[in-house]
């Protein structure tokens, strides 16, 4: 492409919140654990961009940079002090400039489910915030959470301030709040506990912020049968596509169902990865271009470890998502941290998922779903399979691509 292209895309890009959604080409990396903050970490990253950008991401989701009442910054008190426990405001001030001159988003993470209280109010609760900026009264806090506001319009985030969405004042303060992160250099967004409030403020924040790309984290529990996961979670991969549709469709949404069936998968029972009708079973089945797939992040692995994903079988993880359609992310430690063999196997993914032209909306057909064997054609020009069980397309036009313990891609 020449750069009259590229300048014309990015004037566009900064204007036009769908077309990150429409041209489905993003690879995010998730560019933290549960213990960053220890590490000096805006400093770390800034170390790291060059790679990044190299291999070919798009996006780089970060820890929330705002001020916290705990270390991981899942805990906001003042949202306007970009000083944590990451870094400073003038450290993350150059990461940002670093990315900037990469051509590598920021991801902001955005959390205003509950907010820390600076002083007590109604029932001698922390549920005010003087002397800060954005100083609410017990009125921006839910009923059901100790304070004078409605009741919550989602699942209440226990033991803290739920903030009541259904008040203007707070919509209007936070609005202003993510216009004023898009200013600092932050171009996309990640809703944190996305089913503590109603989508349709996701759909308002976002028309509001003019993010380029943002996900929200819808998670609940997949369908067990008392420990067994249940073959069928199209009730699971609903509920998610019902939260997306309620965003206005602005949003997209970690596939939180493909991670519960594919870490069970790769186990021996590839037989999960084709759903009754014969697609993908997770939201990547359903809505593709809203589904952005994941093996683990600061919850699920790290070491906090909720729901990790089997570290022996990671590679046939990344072999799944860099290959089908969805917008897959990458977990800073699989990337980093599990040794430069991990890195580079990931790398070459990428590099053929770019290079064959897979994007969010890409064609599959899965033409082996075996106990110990998954394989699929992804468009007309990539075969992979995962497992043990022996597999390999038929025709001379195909040459493997890559290939690792227990998986292969081919292209023609």
Not at 86 to 97: F, I, N, P, R
Not at 204 to 221: N, Q, R
Not at 321 to 342: A, C, E, K, M, R
Not at 360 to 377: C, D, G
Request: charged share 20%.
């Amino acid at each position: 492409m020449g750069n009259t292209n590229n300048s014309h895309e990015d004037n566009n890009q900064h204007t036009d919140v769908g077309a990150i959604l429409r041209s489905g080409r993003e690879i995010l990396i998730q560019a933290f654990n549960w213990e960053s903050h220890k590490h000096d970490w805006w400093r770390n990253l800034e170390r790291t961009i060059p790679d990044i950008a190299k291999s070919g991401f798009t996006s780089m989701w970060l820890p929330p940079v705002t001020h916290s009442f705990a270390p991981e910054g899942y805990l906001p008190q003042n949202l306007y002090s970009l000083n944590s426990a990451y870094g400073s405001e003038h450290l993350l001030k150059m990461l940002l400039q670093k990315m900037k001159q990469y051509k590598v988003r920021a991801m902001a993470d955005i959390v205003i489910n509950h907010r820390i209280g600076t002083s007590q109010g109604h029932g001698g609760m922390y549920n005010r915030y003087d002397g800060v900026p954005m100083a609410w009264s017990e009125h921006a806090v839910t009923s059901c959470t100790g304070g004078l506001g409605n009741k919550s319009t989602g699942d209440n985030f226990n033991g803290v301030p739920n903030i009541d969405h259904s008040q203007q004042f707070v919509r209007k303060d936070l609005i202003e709040w993510m216009q004023w992160l898009r200013n600092v250099g932050f171009q996309d967004f990640r809703f944190d506990f996305a089913r503590g409030y109603s989508p349709k403020y996701v759909k308002e924040y976002i028309e509001g912020a003019k993010p380029l790309f943002s996900v929200g984290e819808y998670w609940d529990s997949c369908n067990y049968n008392g420990s067994a996961l249940e073959y069928n979670q199209d009730s699971h991969r609903q509920r998610i596509i019902n939260w997306i549709d309620g965003t206005g469709q602005l949003s997209a949404a970690f596939d939180f169902t493909t991670k519960g069936i594919l870490q069970e998968a790769v186990k021996g029972q590839f037989w999960r990865l084709r759903d009754p009708k014969g697609k993908p079973p997770g939201v990547m089945g359903w809505w593709p271009s809203r589904a952005v797939t994941f093996l683990d992040n600061h919850d699920t692995g790290s070491t906090q470890a909720h729901w990790p994903f089997p570290s022996n079988h990671i590679m046939e993880g990344y072999t799944y998502i860099l290959t089908h359609p969805g917008i897959p992310t990458v977990f800073y430690d699989h990337f980093y941290d599990w040794g430069n063999s991990n890195h580079d196997q990931i790398v070459k993914l990428m590099e053929i998922r770019r290079n064959q032209d897979i994007n969010s909306r890409s064609p599959v057909t899965i033409l082996e779903a075996q106990p110990n064997l998954y394989s699929a054609m992804i468009g007309e020009k990539v075969c992979m399979k995962i497992g043990d069980g022996s597999w390999c397309p038929s025709g001379r036009e195909w040459t493997v691509a890559t290939c690792g313990h227990r998986y292969a891609v081919w292209q023609k």
